[in-house]
Protein backbone atom coordinates (compact mmCIF):
# COMPACT_ATOMS: atom_id res chain seq x y z
CA UNK A 1 0.00 0.00 0.00
CA UNK A 2 1.39 3.33 -0.84
CA UNK A 3 0.92 6.56 1.62
CA UNK A 4 -0.77 9.55 0.11
CA UNK A 5 2.49 11.07 0.15
CA UNK A 6 3.59 8.53 -2.14
CA UNK A 7 0.41 8.82 -4.53
CA UNK A 8 1.68 12.79 -4.93
CA UNK A 9 4.74 12.37 -5.75
CA UNK A 10 3.75 9.73 -8.50
CA UNK A 11 0.56 12.08 -9.95
CA UNK A 12 3.19 15.04 -10.08
CA UNK A 13 5.27 12.69 -12.08
CA UNK A 14 2.38 12.53 -14.28
CA UNK A 15 1.13 16.12 -14.37
CA UNK A 16 5.37 16.98 -15.50
CA UNK A 17 4.89 14.25 -18.22
CA UNK A 18 1.64 15.48 -19.38
CA UNK A 19 3.09 19.11 -19.56
CA UNK A 20 5.54 17.52 -21.92
CA UNK A 21 3.71 15.64 -24.14
CA UNK A 22 1.99 18.88 -24.91
CA UNK A 23 4.85 21.41 -25.41
CA UNK A 24 3.31 23.24 -22.05
CA UNK A 25 6.04 24.98 -19.96
CA UNK A 26 7.18 22.73 -17.08
CA UNK A 27 5.13 24.09 -13.74
CA UNK A 28 2.07 25.61 -15.70
CA UNK A 29 -0.51 23.12 -14.67
CA UNK A 30 -0.96 24.15 -10.82
CA UNK A 31 -2.36 20.87 -8.70
CA UNK A 32 -5.28 21.44 -6.21
CA UNK A 33 -5.17 18.51 -3.62
CA UNK A 34 -8.95 18.00 -2.87
CA UNK A 35 -9.17 16.86 0.58
CA UNK A 36 -12.83 16.78 1.33
CA UNK A 37 -13.98 13.54 3.57
CA UNK A 38 -10.24 13.41 4.59
CA UNK A 39 -8.37 14.25 7.74
CA UNK A 40 -6.39 16.87 9.19
CA UNK A 41 -3.96 14.85 9.61
CA UNK A 42 -3.89 13.68 6.07
CA UNK A 43 -3.47 16.92 4.88
CA UNK A 44 -0.42 17.49 6.89
CA UNK A 45 1.14 14.84 5.64
CA UNK A 46 0.86 16.10 2.23
CA UNK A 47 1.67 19.76 3.34
CA UNK A 48 5.22 17.88 4.30
CA UNK A 49 6.15 16.78 0.82
CA UNK A 50 5.57 19.97 -0.20
CA UNK A 51 1.89 20.34 -1.31
CA UNK A 52 0.27 23.93 -0.57
CA UNK A 53 -3.00 24.10 -2.26
CA UNK A 54 -6.33 22.14 -0.87
CA UNK A 55 -9.21 21.98 -1.69
CA UNK A 56 -12.73 21.44 -0.14
CA UNK A 57 -16.24 21.24 -0.43
CA UNK A 58 -18.21 21.28 2.81
CA UNK A 59 -17.52 24.59 4.76
CA UNK A 60 -18.19 23.01 7.82
CA UNK A 61 -15.49 20.35 7.90
CA UNK A 62 -13.17 22.65 6.03
CA UNK A 63 -13.29 25.42 8.48
CA UNK A 64 -12.37 22.51 10.98
CA UNK A 65 -9.56 21.45 9.26
CA UNK A 66 -7.96 25.20 8.31
CA UNK A 67 -8.53 26.21 11.78
CA UNK A 68 -6.46 22.98 12.80
CA UNK A 69 -3.89 23.56 9.95
CA UNK A 70 -3.39 27.35 10.54
CA UNK A 71 0.45 27.18 10.71
CA UNK A 72 0.85 25.95 7.47
CA UNK A 73 -0.20 29.19 5.69
CA UNK A 74 -1.83 26.64 2.95
CA UNK A 75 -3.79 27.75 0.05
CA UNK A 76 -7.74 26.52 0.84
CA UNK A 77 -10.07 26.75 -2.59
CA UNK A 78 -13.45 26.32 -2.33
CA UNK A 79 -14.77 23.79 -4.93
CA UNK A 80 -18.14 22.81 -3.74
CA UNK A 81 -21.51 24.04 -4.52
CA UNK A 82 -22.34 27.64 -2.89
CA UNK A 83 -25.11 28.56 -0.70
CA UNK A 84 -25.68 32.13 0.25
CA UNK A 85 -25.78 30.76 4.12
CA UNK A 86 -22.47 30.06 3.31
CA UNK A 87 -20.93 32.51 1.63
CA UNK A 88 -19.24 34.38 4.56
CA UNK A 89 -17.01 31.75 5.61
CA UNK A 90 -15.62 31.17 2.35
CA UNK A 91 -15.00 34.97 1.63
CA UNK A 92 -13.04 35.15 5.51
CA UNK A 93 -10.97 31.48 4.82
CA UNK A 94 -10.57 30.88 1.08
CA UNK A 95 -7.97 32.34 -0.78
CA UNK A 96 -10.15 30.29 -4.44
CA UNK A 97 -13.60 30.01 -5.04
CA UNK A 98 -14.06 27.82 -8.18
CA UNK A 99 -17.82 27.51 -8.86
CA UNK A 100 -19.53 31.13 -8.87
CA UNK A 101 -22.34 30.62 -11.18
CA UNK A 102 -24.92 33.48 -9.62
CA UNK A 103 -24.26 37.64 -9.83
CA UNK A 104 -26.07 37.08 -6.36
CA UNK A 105 -23.75 34.88 -4.92
CA UNK A 106 -20.88 36.69 -6.30
CA UNK A 107 -22.11 40.27 -4.79
CA UNK A 108 -22.72 38.44 -1.38
CA UNK A 109 -18.58 37.04 -1.79
CA UNK A 110 -17.66 40.44 -2.30
CA UNK A 111 -19.37 42.41 0.05
CA UNK A 112 -18.25 39.76 2.52
CA UNK A 113 -14.34 39.75 1.80
CA UNK A 114 -12.51 40.97 4.86
CA UNK A 115 -10.55 44.24 3.81
CA UNK A 116 -7.49 43.19 5.50
CA UNK A 117 -7.25 39.97 3.13
CA UNK A 118 -6.42 40.28 -0.48
CA UNK A 119 -9.44 39.95 -3.06
CA UNK A 120 -10.70 36.15 -3.76
CA UNK A 121 -9.97 34.56 -6.84
CA UNK A 122 -12.64 33.32 -8.34
CA UNK A 123 -13.60 31.19 -11.14
CA UNK A 124 -16.67 31.38 -13.02
CA UNK A 125 -18.39 27.74 -13.31
CA UNK A 126 -19.68 26.72 -16.89
CA UNK A 127 -22.31 23.69 -17.34
CA UNK A 128 -20.50 23.12 -20.74
CA UNK A 129 -22.13 20.04 -22.70
CA UNK A 130 -22.88 16.58 -20.31
CA UNK A 131 -21.24 18.11 -17.19
CA UNK A 132 -22.00 16.06 -14.24
CA UNK A 133 -23.54 18.55 -12.16
CA UNK A 134 -26.61 20.93 -11.72
CA UNK A 135 -24.38 23.79 -11.24
CA UNK A 136 -22.89 26.39 -13.51
CA UNK A 137 -23.80 28.60 -15.98
CA UNK A 138 -24.73 27.97 -19.76
CA UNK A 139 -21.58 28.63 -21.62
CA UNK A 140 -23.89 31.28 -23.65
CA UNK A 141 -23.90 33.26 -20.05
CA UNK A 142 -20.95 33.40 -18.98
CA UNK A 143 -19.77 36.75 -20.49
CA UNK A 144 -23.31 38.46 -18.93
CA UNK A 145 -21.76 36.99 -15.63
CA UNK A 146 -18.18 38.16 -15.90
CA UNK A 147 -19.17 41.90 -17.21
CA UNK A 148 -20.90 42.39 -13.37
CA UNK A 149 -17.92 39.94 -11.32
CA UNK A 150 -15.39 42.26 -12.88
CA UNK A 151 -16.24 45.66 -11.56
CA UNK A 152 -16.47 43.88 -8.11
CA UNK A 153 -13.43 45.09 -6.45
CA UNK A 154 -13.14 42.85 -3.69
CA UNK A 155 -13.34 40.00 -6.00
CA UNK A 156 -10.33 38.73 -8.77
CA UNK A 157 -11.78 36.95 -11.56
CA UNK A 158 -9.21 34.51 -12.79
CA UNK A 159 -11.02 32.25 -15.31
CA UNK A 160 -13.18 29.25 -16.00
CA UNK A 161 -14.15 25.83 -14.63
CA UNK A 162 -16.18 22.71 -14.94
CA UNK A 163 -16.56 19.51 -14.39
CA UNK A 164 -17.64 17.19 -17.14
CA UNK A 165 -19.39 13.97 -17.07
CA UNK A 166 -17.10 10.78 -17.10
CA UNK A 167 -16.13 9.99 -20.38
CA UNK A 168 -16.95 6.70 -22.05
CA UNK A 169 -13.99 6.84 -24.66
CA UNK A 170 -11.11 7.79 -23.97
CA UNK A 171 -11.23 10.08 -27.68
CA UNK A 172 -14.20 11.63 -26.11
CA UNK A 173 -13.13 12.57 -22.74
CA UNK A 174 -11.33 15.67 -24.82
CA UNK A 175 -14.31 17.47 -26.07
CA UNK A 176 -15.80 18.82 -23.25
CA UNK A 177 -12.02 20.40 -21.94
CA UNK A 178 -11.54 21.58 -25.29
CA UNK A 179 -15.29 23.34 -25.16
CA UNK A 180 -13.75 24.91 -21.77
CA UNK A 181 -10.44 26.29 -23.37
CA UNK A 182 -12.26 27.74 -26.54
CA UNK A 183 -14.77 29.91 -24.51
CA UNK A 184 -11.76 31.41 -22.32
CA UNK A 185 -9.93 32.23 -25.41
CA UNK A 186 -13.67 34.11 -26.70
CA UNK A 187 -13.61 36.04 -23.47
CA UNK A 188 -10.15 36.93 -23.44
CA UNK A 189 -10.96 39.00 -26.17
CA UNK A 190 -12.92 41.24 -23.75
CA UNK A 191 -11.11 40.61 -20.68
CA UNK A 192 -7.54 39.78 -21.35
CA UNK A 193 -6.56 38.85 -17.52
CA UNK A 194 -8.53 36.06 -17.19
CA UNK A 195 -5.86 33.02 -17.08
CA UNK A 196 -7.23 29.82 -15.72
CA UNK A 197 -9.20 26.71 -16.52
CA UNK A 198 -10.01 24.89 -13.46
CA UNK A 199 -10.57 21.22 -15.17
CA UNK A 200 -9.53 17.85 -14.43
CA UNK A 201 -9.81 15.55 -11.88
CA UNK A 202 -8.17 12.17 -10.76
CA UNK A 203 -9.38 9.95 -14.13
CA UNK A 204 -9.06 12.92 -16.73
CA UNK A 205 -6.28 15.12 -15.56
CA UNK A 206 -4.03 14.40 -18.40
CA UNK A 207 -6.91 15.40 -21.23
CA UNK A 208 -7.50 18.13 -19.69
CA UNK A 209 -3.50 19.08 -19.48
CA UNK A 210 -3.46 18.24 -22.92
CA UNK A 211 -6.70 20.69 -23.80
CA UNK A 212 -4.73 23.60 -21.42
CA UNK A 213 -5.82 23.01 -17.58
CA UNK A 214 -4.03 25.36 -15.49
CA UNK A 215 -5.33 24.36 -12.61
CA UNK A 216 -6.25 20.56 -11.85
CA UNK A 217 -8.27 19.14 -8.59
CA UNK A 218 -7.25 15.67 -8.00
CA UNK A 219 -8.74 13.91 -4.80
CA UNK A 220 -9.11 10.34 -4.54
CA UNK A 221 -5.93 9.27 -7.15
CA UNK A 222 -4.47 10.53 -4.17
CA UNK A 223 -6.28 10.39 -0.66
CA UNK A 224 -7.82 7.28 -1.98
CA UNK A 225 -11.40 6.40 -2.15
CA UNK A 226 -13.33 8.59 -0.46
CA UNK A 227 -16.28 7.72 2.24
CA UNK A 228 -19.41 9.02 1.86
CA UNK A 229 -20.21 12.77 1.50
CA UNK A 230 -21.89 14.23 5.12
CA UNK A 231 -22.60 17.26 3.52
C1 LIG B 1 -14.46 15.90 -5.36
C2 LIG B 1 -14.11 16.85 -6.43
C3 LIG B 1 -12.92 16.72 -7.16
C4 LIG B 1 -11.95 15.57 -6.99
O1 LIG B 1 -12.47 14.39 -7.54
P1 LIG B 1 -11.56 13.07 -7.66
O2 LIG B 1 -12.28 12.27 -8.69
O3 LIG B 1 -11.56 12.44 -6.32
O4 LIG B 1 -10.22 13.47 -8.10
C5 LIG B 1 -12.63 17.69 -8.10
N1 LIG B 1 -13.46 18.74 -8.32
C6 LIG B 1 -14.60 18.91 -7.63
C7 LIG B 1 -15.45 20.09 -7.91
C8 LIG B 1 -14.97 17.98 -6.67
O5 LIG B 1 -16.12 18.14 -6.02
Request: glycine share 8%; net charge negative; proline share 7%.
Amino acid sequence: MSSPAERLMAIQARIREAERQSGRPEGSVGLVAVSKTFTAEAIRELAEAGQRRFGESYLGEALEKIEALRDLGLEWHFIGPIQSNKTRGIATHFAWVHGVDRVRIAARLNEQRPPDLPPLQVCVQINISGEATKSGVPPEEASGLIREIVDMPRLRLRGLMAIPAPATEVHESRAPFRQLRELLLELKADWPGLDTLSMGMSDDFEEAIAEGATLIRIGSAIFGARPPARG
